[in-house]
């Protein structure tokens, strides 16, 4: 079998191996001790670029994608707008295939990206410097905290329990290595109990992180929050979803040290879970304790401006153990997804997608909480485009009402939080046409006739407690 | 430098319609709150689909790629990135999946995973395997971790992490980022670890020994089983950076060396694009006795043929990253295994470092070849004697800019003087491999004849060398509205 991405020929193997001077390949491997040489290797055998196709065109149909339902599943991921010239220009190879830009002068084009991704991420955060881009927002809150125990010299962090859990979760992985200890602040109605962060913050404290909107679709009250870090000494770490930077106000503008987020709604397709990626901003005073690649304006021999790579003692393949971070890959290629995004969508484009996912959201869920059996988990917080709905049945039961009808209703809280298993995370954005809220609001309210039809002749006393209920 | 997209906006231009709600619209600020309503739009540019495209794809164009020209980049694997792989990751029953899906839904995905699980087991050599590292320095990261979480579930609290004197940065990196004091171990004359100084430094202390096989000089450890034992017998683990791991595919393996964690790079070895700098996916895999540590979720096969997601893994080290890793990656590199298969693979490596050698073998007169034993994958060469007459190895690699070709890598590994790094790759062709010799004997007759022209190249780049000392002292990082105050 000849393989079409090895261009060498036998014969040119034979002439290379002769220039060498060696008489066969296994000269060439003679290093390795003959005792590890020679087994068997347990992978299929080679297939053509059709097999290959079929193969994974085989694997995909096994697989209901989002585009195929009608989907309000979120919770650090979702199905967004993509318009059609982005992934039509992040194809393009020139930026796909290229490594890292560590030769500025052919690599001017993803250096300018990078130049204003990191313009975009700080513009819409409000912070002075943004990084080229983490591996997404989960590891990037964990690089913040760790930044702030660098810059504090202190070794807590507190983590509010409406963060993302499993953001939660990778900052106590990586803290497990430096042994920094990780505290939850628990959530009252929510949202970040504000008293238990005033009981918990002391002069130990390195960090407070905050997510907003936060894992329920809550906002936050974060300027209050902010102001108890700040009096603590500690760094206020704010995690943000970029698309509600467009209503929502800049975590500069309350007093943010860091800002971390996920950027995956910014053009990148959901792709089960990755590759997306992460954002990081800070302070100007603290951009030399900042994680990962940052790409900076220079002139060249010719006096003409120009990017490159910068700040680069920060860095591990400068600094090794001494260095801010081992972090080499970022997601470069998802990051220019998200430059052409923000360019394209733009400065009002943003604010209008924000604001359709906004109203859309309010609409259902206010329309859901007139029915039956159904009610939200917080109501006296304000929620951005995710809401927690809690049924009088368990959310299981809901979800496959509504997966009925074709549709995936959204994320149950059970998965995370114990005791919530009538609560279910309800995502809502642009992508959710008003036909697609009221075949939602029909599944439910089609489901609640059937059942109460089926109990009322079965069992009619139940339905009668029911209705006195 | 073409004008910044902020610089180009015109207030009122749109690149794309958003549809109205359809619903009746509350006011925002009644919705958001007065205390979390922005007062401003973030200030993103204003721009038609036709200027944003146009500004993107002549950024493009000042890009050197694998799809443009020869990248013989040391240690980085710059091999072309089948088109196949790239149609595959875009299908919708991929592209469109979210990871909460219920795991009914979600059988082909799992499939897909667990098979490539299974793959890098059989080629590691190590038979657990988790997807959710994203790089190369991530996966280390999850070995190191896991490393530290063993040794403290075995009531021992070691405190070092031994690294070769030639190892990759991110090593040292990684081990300091998990707590680690970091103890270099120095390499012998034939560029080896001196299994010597190894033992010298290996006590009770020492938790792991992080080590490249072959390392960065191209040359495959021979000591390596000595090397396995005397970790061992310290009761510390061995660490095997993946990132030379196109040397070797089906000729020898990490599991069977004696090693207890591998990290892979799939963005090196198993062709997914570099994308300008990732993403990247760093899959580990490891031995019985790391497996309890492994990040959650596992994916499980059922006995009914099923795939499920296990959380149940009370010795896991946690989570690195939300979600179970770069899925679209990890679709990638499963169809280029599928794509190769066994065949397949045992020829990329042995391309690859015939490959190399040839090269070593015809640029061993004009350059000098610190170790001359034969390479693996790629081989490191100086130019101590162009040096000599006055060019460094920066102007020799510039040099090569103007000839479409990237440089090597340069100054590394640290311990060779004047260092260039060449990897070209099995999937360059012969009549490549020998323009980049021709061009690398005209550059030594250069240095030799026109030392000015090397020293000012490139001549035919968009742009000249670069002022890094002005980006470092004074940092630019950002575009900011002129007419704001701030």
Redesign the interface.
């Known amino acids: 079998m000849s393989f079409n991405y090895l261009p060498l020929t036998d014969a040119q193997r034979r002439d290379m191996l002769s220039a060498i001077g060696v008489s066969g390949m296994e000269d060439l491997f003679a290093p390795i001790p003959r005792e590890l040489r020679g087994f068997e290797l347990a992978l299929p055998s080679g297939h053509s670029e059709l097999e290959v196709q079929q193969q994974l065109n085989r694997l995909a149909a096994q697989n209901r994608p989002l585009s195929a339902q009608r989907s309000f599943v979120g919770a650090g991921a979702t199905l967004r707008f993509r318009p059609s010239a982005v992934d039509h220009v992040a194809s393009r190879s020139e930026f796909s295939t290229a490594y890292t830009p560590y030769q500025p002068e052919i690599s001017q084009g993803t250096l300018q990206v990078i130049y204003e991704f990191q313009s975009m991420i700080a513009e819409l955060t409000g912070m002075d410097v943004a990084n080229a881009s983490m591996y997404d927002g989960a590891s990037a809150a964990a690089e913040a905290a760790l930044m702030a125990c660098r810059i504090t010299h202190r070794h807590r962090i507190l983590v509010s329990e409406t963060v993302h859990p499993e953001y939660a979760e990778v900052v106590r992985t990586y803290a497990s290595g430096p042994e920094v200890a990780v505290e939850t602040v628990p959530h009252r109605d929510g949202a970040l109990d504000l008293e238990a962060v005033e009981r918990l913050l002391g002069q130990d404290c390195a960090g407070l992180l905050v997510q907003v909107p936060n894992v329920f679709g809550c906002l936050e009250a974060v300027r209050a929050a902010g102001q108890l870090a700040r009096k603590a000494g500690a760094l206020f770490v704010v995690i943000a979803d970029p698309i509600s930077l467009a209503l929502l106000e800049a975590p500069g503008a309350y007093g943010a040290d860091i800002v971390v987020g996920d950027g995956q709604g910014l053009g990148n397709p959901v792709s089960f879970g990755g590759p997306h990626l992460g954002f990081m901003a800070t302070r100007q005073e603290h951009v030399r304790q900042l994680p990962g690649r940052i790409c900076g304006m220079s002139v060249d021999t010719r006096g003409k401006p120009c990017f490159t790579l910068t700040l680069q003692a920060r860095e591990q393949h400068i600094r090794r153990e001494k260095a801010a971070s081992n972090i080499c890959s970022n997601q470069a290629l998802n990051a220019l997804v998200a430059t052409l995004y923000l360019a394209l969508v733009g400065k009002t484009g943003l604010v209008e997608l924000a604001s359709v996912s906004v109203q859309r959201a309010h609409h259902l869920a206010d329309r859901l909480v007139g029915m039956a059996g159904l009610e939200l988990a917080f109501p006296s917080q304000r929620f951005f485009n995710e809401f927690v709905l809690r049924a009088d049945r368990p959310a299981d039961r809901v979800l496959a009402e509504l997966a009925d009808r074709g549709i995936l209703g959204g994320v149950p809280l059970s998965r995370w939080y114990a005791g919530s298993e009538r609560d279910l995370l309800v995502t809502v954005t642009e992508t959710n046409s008003p036909e697609d809220l009221d075949a939602y609001l029909a599944a439910l309210s089609a489901s609640r006739r059937s059942s109460a039809q089926e109990r009322s002749v079965e069992v009619p006393a139940t339905a009668v407690d029911h209705a006195t209920v | 430098?073409?004008t910044?997209?902020?610089d180009q906006?015109i207030p009122g231009?749109?690149?794309?319609t958003?549809?109205?709600?359809?619903?009746?619209?509350?006011d925002?600020l009644e919705?958001?709150?007065p205390?979390?309503?922005?007062?401003s739009?973030?200030?993103?540019?204003?721009?038609s689909?036709l200027e944003?495209?146009r500004?993107?794809?002549r950024?493009?164009?000042?890009?050197?790629?694998?799809?443009?020209g020869f990248?013989p980049?040391g240690s980085?694997t710059?091999?072309?990135?089948?088109k196949?792989n790239?149609?595959?990751?875009?299908?919708?029953?991929?592209?469109?999946?979210?990871?909460?899906?219920p795991a009914e839904?979600?059988?082909?995905?799992l499939?897909?995973m667990y098979d490539l699980q299974?793959?890098l087991g059989?080629?590691t050599?190590l038979p657990h395997v988790c997807l959710q590292p994203?790089?190369?320095?991530?996966g280390?990261?999850t070995g190191?971790?896991m490393i530290?979480?063993y040794h403290r579930h075995h009531g021992n609290r070691r405190t070092k992490v031994l690294v070769p004197d030639s190892a990759?940065?991110?090593n040292?990196?990684?081990?300091?980022?998990?707590?680690?004091e970091?103890v270099t171990v120095q390499s012998n004359e034939r560029g080896l670890v001196s299994v010597a100084d190894l033992k010298a430094h290996l006590d009770d202390q020492v938790a792991a020994f992080m080590l490249t096989n072959p390392n960065t000089l191209g040359?495959?450890e021979?000591d390596?089983?000595a090397i396995s034992q005397a970790v061992h017998e310290a009761g510390a683990l061995l660490y095997y950076d993946g990132a030379n791991f196109n040397a070797?595919l089906?000729?020898?393996?990490p599991g069977?060396?004696g090693f207890d964690v591998v990290h892979q790079n799939l963005?090196k070895t198993f062709?997914t694009?570099?994308?300008?700098?990732?993403?990247?996916?760093g899959p580990v895999a490891v031995s019985e006795r790391l497996a309890p540590f492994l990040?959650v979720p596992a994916i499980v096969r059922r006995p009914d043929g099923s795939y499920a997601l296990d959380f149940e893994r009370p010795l896991a080290?946690?989570?690195?990253?939300?979600?179970?890793?770069?899925?679209?990656?990890l679709?990638r590199a499963?169809?280029y295994?599928?794509?190769?298969?066994?065949?397949?693979?045992?020829?990329?490596s042995?391309?690859a470092?015939?490959?190399a050698?040839?090269l070593?073998?015809?640029l061993g007169d004009a350059y000098e070849v610190p170790f001359a034993?034969?390479c693996?994958h790629e081989f490191v060469m100086t130019s101590d004697r162009q040096k000599a007459q006055g060019v460094n190895t920066l102007s020799i690699?510039?040099r090569l800019?103007d000839f479409g070709i990237?440089?090597p890598t340069i100054y590394?590994p640290l311990i060779v003087h004047e260092a260039m790094m060449v990897e070209p790759t099995?999937?360059?062709?012969?009549e490549e491999l020998d323009r980049f010799v021709e061009v690398m004997l005209q550059i030594a007759d250069e240095v030799r004849d026109t030392p000015d022209l090397v020293n000012?190249a490139?001549h035919t780049?968009?742009?000249?060398?670069?002022?890094?000392v002005?980006?470092?002292r004074k940092?630019?990082?950002?575009?900011?509205k002129p007419q704001t105050a701030r």
């Open positions: 430098m073409p910044l997209i902020f906006s231009r749109r690149g794309v958003i549809p109205a709600s359809g619903v009746p619209e509350r925002l919705l958001l709150g205390e979390l309503l922005r007062q739009p973030p200030e993103l540019p204003e721009q689909e944003v495209v500004h993107y794809t950024l493009s164009q000042l890009n050197h790629s694998i799809d443009t990248y980049l980085c710059m091999k072309y990135n089948p196949v790239e149609a595959v990751a875009r299908l919708p029953g991929f592209a469109d999946l979210h990871p909460y899906q839904q979600v059988q082909g995905a499939a897909l299974s793959w059989a080629l050599g994203a790089a190369g320095a991530h280390e990261l190191i971790l530290k979480h990759h940065g991110t040292p990196a990684t081990a300091a980022m998990a707590g680690f970091v040359l495959f021979e390596i089983l070797i089906g000729a020898v393996r069977d060396m963005h062709s694009p570099h994308g300008g700098g990732g993403p990247g996916s990040p080290i946690g989570r690195m990253k939300a979600f179970f890793g770069n899925f679209g990656v679709a499963y169809a295994i599928y794509a190769h298969g066994h065949e397949g693979l045992r020829q990329v042995r391309d470092v015939l490959s050698n040839y070593k073998a015809r034993q034969s693996m690699a510039k800019i990237h440089p590394f099995e999937t360059e062709s012969k000012s490139p780049a968009p742009i000249g060398r670069v002022d890094e002005l980006a470092a940092p630019n990082v950002r575009w900011r």
